[in-house]
Structures are given as structure tokens and as C-alpha cells.
């Protein structure tokens, strides 16, 4: 069974701050998403990571995708209370796997 | 458009109710999939499709019935509701490119109870 772990569970921080957050796997993935879930609504997709070792940059969040496609994190610069929210990562293809999310939380 | 599409909102079942969880999509979307959220175990696929007439069981399929009779709708249905279906469930729907599926797009949920 793929499973994807993702840490931290939880993160509170102040405006300003940078923080990683991590998703891991034991198995290998096509590609990689992130996406961002807000109270009372479905998840909404940031960014889809295909090759090995990509980085890309959204806005103030860089993504990466591991070497060996197993793993990858999301870096938040200069968090800002708007960044409040549930990331998830979901590993492909087909049945998408996604992990337990970290719950952000961005005091002002 | 109004993309995915839910309802109910919110529903409260007795034990051994059934009930059918509506999901549409207006974006010609070939792939359709259900999931349930609880808490600190993320989303979970419960059934999917892939085209009308298609269906197929996810990760945690039992208790759950699905049909793709047409593009449009995906609809999840309860035989017996259980205690243990307490959940959030979405639906999403996502399109085919190159042969592997892409961005999904999540309807706003329903939020189950069964007492």
C-alpha cells in the first residue's frame, strides 16, 4: 500500500516567518501535487511537480520534488495570515494517494 | 460554469438509513471520484470513474455504492448508514492528458452524520 506521510501535522507561526513543510513516501510517484484546503471548502491545487529534483516557484512558495520521486516539500517565505490552511500532498498517478495534511496556522 | 457541484450540504442519518449523495460537473470532466475526509487521516478514495459506464473501487469502497450513467453525474449512494461513515465526503472530477490524469477539481463537500 502507498501511503505518503506528511510533516509537520501542525504548524502555528507569526506573520513573517518561513517554515518546510515535508511529504514522504516509501514508494515512488509519476508526479507529485500540492494542494491547499480552507474551512468548510474542497481542496484547491497549488502545483503539480513531474521530474525529479523540480523546483517551482509560486509566488512566495517554492516546491521541490525529490531526486528519486519519492518525497517533497513546500517552503513558505514571509508567511502571511492568507497562508492559513490544510496542505495536502497527493502522489500519482490514477488512484491518488493523498497524505494527512499540516494544518497552518499564521497569526498576524 | 459552476464546476463541481454537492448536495446536500449537510445530512443527519439514523443507523441503517440509506441515503444517495448527489455529485455534478459541467466541465466534461472524464474522471470522477469520490473521497471522505476525517480528521488526521487526509482524503480517501472510496470509488472512481472513468467515463460513463465505468466504475471502479478505491481504498475504502464497502458500505458505498456507485454509477456513472452519464459525463455529468457521479452519485454515492448508502446502503445501511454506519456510525463509522461520520465523515466529510467530496467528490472531484479531473480531465485526461497524455494519458495520466491532472488537476482535480473538488465540489464544497457534504457533512455527514449517522447517529
Known amino acids: 500500500t502507498q501511503l505518503l506521510e506528511q510533516s509537520p501535522q501542525f504548524l502555528s507561526i507569526q506573520e513573517g516567518e518561513n517554515l518546510t513543510v515535508y511529504c514522504n513516501s516509501s514508494s515512488v510517484f509519476s508526479s507529485l501535487q500540492w494542494y491547499r484546503q480552507e474551512p468548510g471548502e474542497g481542496p484547491v491545487l497549488l502545483v503539480t511537480?513531474?521530474?525529479?529534483?523540480e523546483v517551482k516557484k509560486l509566488k512566495r512558495l517554492t516546491f521541490q520534488f525529490g531526486d528519486a520521486r519519492k518525497d517533497s516539500s513546500l517552503h513558505i517565505t514571509a508567511a502571511q495570515p492568507g497562508d492559513t490552511g490544510l496542505y495536502l500532498c497527493a502522489g500519482l498517478p490514477f488512484k491518488t494517494i493523498f497524505g494527512a495534511g499540516t494544518r497552518l496556522f499564521v497569526k498576524a | 460554469n459552476a464546476g463541481v457541484t454537492q448536495t446536500p450540504k449537510f445530512q443527519v442519518l439514523k443507523t441503517g438509513q440509506s441515503m444517495t449523495l448527489q455529485c455534478a460537473q459541467d466541465?466534461?470532466?472524464?474522471?470522477m471520484s469520490w473521497y471522505r475526509q476525517d480528521p488526521g487521516m487526509g482524503l480517501r478514495l472510496i470509488h472512481y470513474?472513468?467515463?460513463?459506464?465505468?466504475?471502479d473501487q478505491g481504498e475504502v469502497p464497502n458500505g458505498y455504492n456507485v454509477s456513472r450513467s452519464t459525463t455529468e453525474d457521479f452519485p454515492l449512494r448508502l446502503l445501511s448508514a454506519a456510525p463509522s461513515q461520520t465523515s466529510v465526503y467530496f467528490c472531484?472530477?479531473?480531465?485526461?492528458?497524455?494519458?495520466?490524469?491532472?488537476?482535480?477539481?473538488f465540489g464544497p463537500g457534504t457533512r455527514l452524520t449517522v447517529l
Open positions: 470513474s472513468v467515463g460513463a459506464g465505468i466504475t
Open positions: 472531484a472530477s479531473s480531465y485526461s492528458k497524455g494519458g495520466t490524469y491532472n488537476e482535480q477539481f
Open positions: 466541465m466534461n470532466h472524464e474522471y
Open positions: 511537480v513531474v521530474t525529479g529534483g
